[in-house]
């Protein structure tokens, strides 16, 4: 049964050696880039399985091209960059890798949540521009968190975890989503309407998938019902968040700031946002840990491994 497996982007151990030893060839795009649409088309044919990346875009003409693959095991949570519809269509299974990503993300939320208020990377450059001249009773004035509203939207295991560290800070907990969380209630959070999150949280933290109903969420008239003194974070998909109202609400202070990893249109930013001083902005560093990136490649590899055996997918997205 093991077969040919292809791996789009040079990963971390384990998952190119599990890979390696239950396959019959493994081939691994030796570079820390992706490839072209062109090379990955070519590059996918003729494979058992492919062990792809969320930036690889696996639209329909890859899936085509990959006719008689039985897997793209994505190495990533989010799995808005495969076309699902067409991979359905052609018997072509995906995977994911939740869970093993939770506790970093949430990490990684919390350092946008205290960074943006407190104006963190400003302050660092404040003091390496030779700006600091002393304290000063009205020098670089933040906003507070302890004690302050704490929304989610889209309550999955990311915002659970965001949630859980938020009760060490005193924090009343709003949610917004389709469907109650019992986590979520245990810990005090109320499920509430998307436009009374955005009206009553002190920090609006987006951990929804991208999904045609979840793009553009965060629109001009979402911003709007934002407090003055909010802040908006992103941890989750980029196009979740209209980055251009984005920078509108960021120029005009319709919001106090935003904490943003994520970007509609990677690596790109929308234009004027890396000039918005109240903008704290990442490079997709969600999951950016050694031990979280290796336990992604394992769980992806672990995929690939159980379908070239004949067995079930650990973690199938349909
Ligand atoms: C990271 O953004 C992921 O979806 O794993």
Request: aromatic share 4%.
């Amino acid at each position: 049964m093991p077969g040919r497996v292809f791996i789009t982007r040079l990963i971390p151990e384990p998952g190119p050696s599990l890979v390696g030893a239950a396959a019959d060839s493994l081939e691994m795009f030796p570079e820390d880039r992706s490839l072209s649409p062109d090379d990955l088309r070519n590059a996918v044919q003729g494979r058992d399985a492919v062990l792809c990346l969320l930036t690889d875009t696996i639209d329909a003409s890859i899936l085509e091209a990959a006719k008689g693959c039985k897997v793209f095991a994505n190495m990533a949570v989010g799995y808005n960059n495969i076309d699902v519809v067409t991979a359905k269509r052609l018997g072509i299974m995906v995977t994911n890798t939740p869970g093993v990503l939770t506790d970093c993300t949430a990490d990684l939320t919390w350092s946008l949540i205290l960074g943006v208020a407190r104006r963190v990377a400003e302050g660092d450059r404040e003091m390496r521009a030779g700006r600091f001249m002393g304290w000063g009773p009205l020098y670089m004035l933040g906003g507070d968190v302890t004690g302050r509203t704490l929304g989610l939207i889209g309550p999955g295991r990311i915002a659970t975890a965001v949630a859980r560290r938020a009760v060490g800070f005193e924090m009343p907990l709003l949610y917004h989503g389709r469907r109650d969380n019992p986590e979520l209630d245990r810990l005090g959070a109320k499920r509430v309407e998307f436009d009374a999150l955005l009206r009553k949280s002190d920090f609006v933290s987006v951990h929804t998938p991208l999904s045609p109903e979840t793009r553009h969420m965060i629109s001009d008239r979402a911003l709007s019902l934002m407090k003055p003194t909010a802040y908006l974070i992103n941890t989750a998909r980029g196009p979740v968040v209209d980055e251009k109202a984005l920078v509108r609400a960021l120029q005009s202070k319709q919001i106090a700031g935003a904490g943003l990893d994520v970007y509609e249109d990677e690596p790109a930013m929308a234009p004027g946002l890396a000039e918005c001083e109240t903008a704290l902005i990442l490079p997709h560093l969600g999951s950016a840990t050694h031990a979280t990136r290796a336990a992604m490649s394992r769980i992806a590899a672990e995929n690939v491994v159980a379908i070239l055996n004949g067995q079930a997918p650990l973690n199938p997205v349909f």
